[in-house]
């Protein structure tokens, strides 16, 4: 099956600092990849759309000026939380869906990223 | 609004069947998939139904009733390794690709 990958799995920081995240599509093209926020025992919560080319669309509540997502590629979409504070500790998902139009509606996940901002 | 409501928990024992059931508020969706999340892990695809119905993959299977505004998920033959947390999920019509997940379920196995 198709491969997200994420990276870094852990990170760190202190408050004030910018963190990036990287999603890669292994093994196929990504014109979309979603990124996700979720709390424990939560479930996931759509924070933007990424799309390849052009600038990314955030739900609403999302601060755009504070998760800064790049599409640079088909197979990489970046995330950074910038001037991270403690309550942006959570654990990050991002996902991409096949270039290719799919019925089934699936979406391949990244194995996450878990950010804590001391 | 356009939600998906789930049983929070749900615990059952070892070679039981189980269902979850998920139940939404929507003007319109393309079909109603089903992901698992074991803990600090990625989720994974389970199931898909587009049409009304009953899809059968192995020991899950996955229903749709768009008439009644609800689904589920059975699983059959339950193992310890199905401890995990599941979510329902939909691609609202007029929402673009992105997936709009339910409020999840979070299923022990008991010996």
């Known amino acids: 099956g198709a491969v997200v990958s994420q990276h870094p799995s852990r990170v760190i920081c202190k408050s004030g600092t910018s963190v990036k995240i990287e999603c890669r599509s292994l093994d196929f093209q990504a014109t979309t990849m979603f990124w996700y926020r979720q709390f424990p025992k939560q479930s996931l919560m759509l924070m933007a759309t990424s799309n390849e080319g052009s600038k990314a669309t955030y739900e609403q509540g999302v601060e755009k000026d504070k998760f800064l997502i790049n599409h640079a590629s088909l197979t990489l979409s970046t995330l950074t939380v910038t001037s991270a504070h403690p309550e942006d500790s959570s654990f990050y998902i991002c996902?991409?869906?096949?270039?290719?139009?799919?019925?089934?509606?699936?979406?391949?996940f990244g194995p996450g990223t878990r950010l804590t901002v001391l | 609004g356009q939600s998906l409501e789930q049983p929070s928990e749900v615990t059952a024992v070892e070679g039981a069947i189980v269902q979850i059931n998920c139940t939404y508020q929507?003007?319109?969706?393309?079909?109603l998939s089903w992901y698992q999340q074991h803990d600090g892990g990625a989720p994974t695809f389970l199931s898909y139904?587009?049409?009304?119905g009953l899809e059968e993959t192995g020991r899950f299977s996955s229903f749709l009733s768009r008439s009644d505004s609800y689904g589920y998920l059975l699983l059959q033959e339950l193992q310890m390794k199905d401890s995990a947390s599941y979510f329902c999920a939909v691609r609202f019509t007029g929402g673009g690709n992105k997936l709009t997940f339910g409020t999840g379920t979070q299923l022990k196995v008991e010996l």
């Open positions: 996902s991409a869906r096949e270039r290719r139009a799919s019925s089934t509606d699936t979406q391949y």
């Open positions: 139904n587009g049409l009304d």
């Open positions: 929507t003007s319109g969706f393309y079909g």
